[in-house]
């Protein structure tokens, strides 16, 4: 080996270790002493009671930045992030706790792709300053953090002194175990008048031309001004700028989000570089020499609706509960809302959301269940009333006012309502479509298991076993229900089950789980209906001992 490169590494290893001290002995960047900081012997692992003071950074010359790139490991029983001292920035996040379709696989929400923005990066509009800031070698104050139930906190400090423009820059980032929330500090001096705090471009989303399938959302999202809005990744051109007071920024897929709050007002900026890069940013003013302090809370990980709803900026509405054909829609929200939490608290203590799903199931059934009938009894009010519909029918064919006229009369005078067997089935459309809103964007749905083959209640049956069930149930109950159809028109009617067969079959299994406990609840109720009630039914509707109706225009005994 090259004796000059022994001695070169010699020379480095010596102003590596003598740095610090002599840093310390000169008062340049005096490292920070946050009240309560302690650290373990036993386990190097960083410990502080509270959040630390905001970094001081002294004005001067600027001093010899590091010459090598240095990565801190930070691992949480929750996720596991790489912060890279270049740009010091978010290098790669991934959760313990989440895997892709394989089940192994953790999901990443950063991956620190090539060519990409980091996260937590820092912008400004002189381009030369702006790529120094992003590029350049951060000295960091820290290392690997390991927490657990014993280490709770932790903390990370890059700092940065721009030697060309004097501008002095630091970010303190403070992680909490079992928590995905991340506080961050950054402190400014002779700083550009404004700077951008980026999310980065690498945030993990699948594919940004999908609007999240069939529900909910994929994209950009702000909050300002107490208005949600959704920036169209396709309709993005430049950059989009929100003003007002800005509670938050973000990037989301379906499941995860990377989310920006500030604690003062701000502007926020949503751009697209490239089709899959996507950014959002936070923009701060800076007092130019003076040194100026910003506070951003960062949530970087699942749309946990409790987490996500702790944070009291209105982030959960970022799970849309709403959605209905196209677009977002109140009163689907107002039963969704509560239909989640009603799930949330069976399976609190079942432990199966499989489970769950039928115990909602026969509660919403047991709420409709005077409706339901109440829709049984019309229906056969109108089976005896058939024959002497059609007796109308004939004899009035040419004169259809008379027709209608004569028509109302028979239901008036035999207190049956035509529209009566219509009424549960429209009520409980829009629990179908919140309860389908709750399966396909809740997170806490996502690869909860059933039983047996069924090991992931918001995707569809592999072996199509429910939806087939579904479709049987479907055709008993038909042929229990009494009808008013002519016989071909039955027939036809009996294509039902099979159509939503083949519908039900892409459909997440916690819904065909639902409709299959709700066809099998309506025809237990229909069969109690006609066991005890449909004889006390058949009097009262007029019947006549030899079980023939009456003749049009008689008066029921």
């Given at each position: 080996?090259?004796?000059?490169?022994?001695?070169?590494?010699?020379?480095?290893?010596?102003?590596?270790?003598?740095?610090?001290?002599?840093?310390?002995?000169?008062?340049?960047?005096?490292?920070?002493?946050?009240?309560?900081?302690?650290?373990?012997?036993?386990?190097?692992?960083?410990?502080?009671?509270?959040?630390?003071?905001?970094?001081?950074?002294?004005?001067?010359?600027?001093?010899?930045?590091?010459?090598?790139?240095?990565?801190?490991?930070?691992?949480?029983?929750?996720?596991?992030?790489?912060?890279?001292?270049?740009?010091?920035?978010?290098?790669?996040?991934?959760?313990?706790?989440?895997?892709?379709?394989?089940?192994?696989?953790?999901?990443?929400?950063?991956?620190?792709?090539?060519?990409?923005?980091?996260?937590?990066?820092?912008?400004?509009?002189?381009?030369?300053?702006?790529?120094?800031?992003?590029?350049?070698?951060?000295?960091?104050?820290?290392?690997?953090?390991?927490?657990?139930?014993?280490?709770?906190?932790?903390?990370?400090l890059f700092r940065f002194l721009d030697p060309a423009s004097g501008?002095?820059?630091?970010?303190?980032?403070?992680?909490?175990?079992?928590?995905?929330?991340?506080?961050?500090?950054?402190?400014?001096?002779?700083?550009?008048?404004?700077?951008?705090?980026?999310?980065?471009?690498?945030?993990?989303?699948?594919?940004?031309?999908?609007?999240?399938?069939?529900?909910?959302?994929?994209?950009?999202?702000?909050?300002?001004?107490?208005?949600?809005?959704?920036?169209?990744?396709?309709?993005?051109?430049?950059?989009?700028?929100?003003?007002?007071?800005?509670?938050?920024?973000?990037?989301?897929?379906?499941?995860?989000?990377?989310?920006?709050?500030?604690?003062?007002?701000?502007?926020?900026?949503?751009?697209?570089?490239?089709?899959?890069?996507?950014?959002?940013?936070?923009?701060?003013?800076?007092?130019?020499?003076?040194?100026?302090?910003?506070?951003?809370?960062?949530?970087?990980?699942?749309?946990?609706?409790?987490?996500?709803?702790?944070?009291?900026?209105?982030?959960?509405?970022?799970?849309?509960?709403?959605?209905?054909?196209?677009?977002?829609?109140?009163?689907?929200?107002?039963?969704?809302?509560?239909?989640?939490?009603?799930?949330?608290?069976?399976?609190?203590?079942?432990?199966?959301?499989?489970?769950?799903?039928?115990?909602?199931?026969?509660?919403?059934?047991?709420?409709?269940?005077?409706?339901?009938?109440?829709?049984?009894?019309?229906?056969?009010?109108?089976?005896?009333?058939?024959?002497?519909?059609?007796?109308?029918?004939?004899k009035h064919k040419d004169d259809k006012p008379r027709l209608q006229?004569?028509?109302?009369?028979?239901?008036?005078?035999?207190?049956?309502?035509?529209?009566?067997?219509?009424?549960?089935?429209?009520?409980?459309?829009?629990?179908?479509?919140?309860?389908?809103?709750?399966?396909?964007?809740?997170?806490?749905?996502?690869?909860?298991?059933?039983?047996?083959?069924?090991?992931?209640?918001?995707?569809?049956?592999?072996?199509?076993v429910l939806p087939i069930l579904m479709g049987l149930t479907m055709?008993?109950?038909?042929?229990?229900?009494?009808?008013?159809?002519?016989?071909?028109?039955?027939?036809?009617?009996?294509?039902?089950?099979?159509?939503?067969?083949?519908?039900?079959?892409?459909?997440?299994?916690?819904?065909?789980?639902?409709?299959?406990?709700?066809?099998?609840?309506?025809?237990?109720?229909?069969?109690?209906?006609?066991?005890?009630?449909?004889?006390?039914?058949?009097?009262?509707?007029?019947?006549?001992?030899?079980?023939?109706?009456?003749?049009?225009?008689?008066?029921?005994?």
């Amino acid at each position: 080996m090259d004796k000059r490169f022994i001695l070169f590494l010699f020379l480095a290893f010596a102003i590596m270790i003598a740095y610090p001290f002599f840093i310390e002995r000169l008062g340049l960047f005096p490292p920070p002493q946050p009240p309560g900081q302690t650290e373990r012997s036993d386990d190097k692992k960083t410990t502080i009671s509270k959040p630390a003071e905001p970094v001081q950074i002294p004005t001067g010359q600027a001093e010899p930045g590091p010459i090598e790139e240095k990565t801190v490991l930070v691992e949480t029983t929750l996720y596991r992030a790489v912060f890279t001292s270049r740009g010091g920035a978010l290098a790669r996040l991934e959760l313990k706790n989440h895997t892709g379709p394989d089940r192994k696989t953790r999901i990443k929400l950063y991956e620190g792709s090539p060519g990409t923005l980091p996260a937590f990066s820092i912008q400004t509009a002189d381009a030369g300053l702006n790529d120094r800031l992003e590029r350049g070698l951060y000295s960091v104050e820290g290392r690997d953090i390991m927490l657990d139930e014993r280490t709770q906190t932790g903390q990370i400090l890059f700092r940065f002194l721009d030697p060309a423009s004097g501008a002095q820059i630091s970010k303190r980032f403070v992680f909490s175990n079992d928590d995905y929330r991340i506080s961050l500090d950054i402190e400014t001096a002779a700083f550009p008048d404004r700077y951008r705090f980026s999310l980065g471009t690498d945030f993990g989303i699948t594919d940004w031309g999908q609007q999240g399938g069939f529900v909910g959302f994929i994209g950009p999202m702000t909050l300002s001004d107490g208005e949600l809005t959704q920036d169209k990744p396709d309709k993005i051109e430049g950059e989009i700028r929100h003003e007002g007071q800005v509670a938050w920024t973000a990037l989301q897929d379906k499941y995860f989000i990377a989310a920006a709050i500030p604690t003062k007002a701000v502007a926020a900026i949503v751009s697209r570089a490239l089709p899959k890069e996507m950014n959002a940013a936070l923009e701060f003013e800076s007092a130019g020499s003076g040194p100026v302090v910003h506070h951003v809370l960062l949530y970087t990980g699942p749309k946990e609706h409790r987490r996500l709803l702790s944070l009291g900026v209105r982030l959960e509405e970022t799970v849309d509960f709403g959605w209905f054909i196209y677009g977002s829609w109140a009163i689907v929200r107002f039963i969704a809302q509560p239909l989640f939490h009603v799930l949330q608290f069976f399976h609190g203590f079942t432990g199966n959301y499989g489970v769950a799903i039928i115990l909602l199931t026969v509660g919403v059934r047991v709420v409709f269940i005077p409706l339901s009938h109440k829709s049984y009894r019309s229906m056969k009010d109108m089976q005896v009333l058939q024959p002497q519909l059609q007796v109308l029918q004939k004899k009035h064919k040419d004169d259809k006012p008379r027709l209608q006229r004569e028509m109302m009369e028979l239901y008036q005078k035999n207190k049956a309502n035509p529209l009566g067997g219509c009424l549960p089935m429209l009520l409980q459309i829009p629990v179908f479509v919140a309860l389908f809103n709750v399966l396909y964007t809740t997170i806490e749905i996502r690869q909860a298991p059933f039983a047996l083959w069924v090991q992931d209640l918001s995707d569809k049956d592999p072996y199509f076993v429910l939806p087939i069930l579904m479709g049987l149930t479907m055709f008993i109950q038909q042929k229990m229900q009494p009808t008013t159809m002519d016989p071909l028109q039955a027939k036809l009617f009996l294509m039902m089950p099979v159509l939503m067969t083949f519908l039900f079959l892409n459909f997440s299994s916690g819904l065909v789980l639902y409709m299959l406990t709700n066809n099998v609840l309506t025809i237990g109720q229909q069969y109690f209906t006609m066991k005890y009630f449909e004889k006390p039914h058949e009097k009262a509707s007029g019947k006549t001992e030899s079980g023939k109706p009456p003749a049009p225009g008689r008066e029921k005994s």
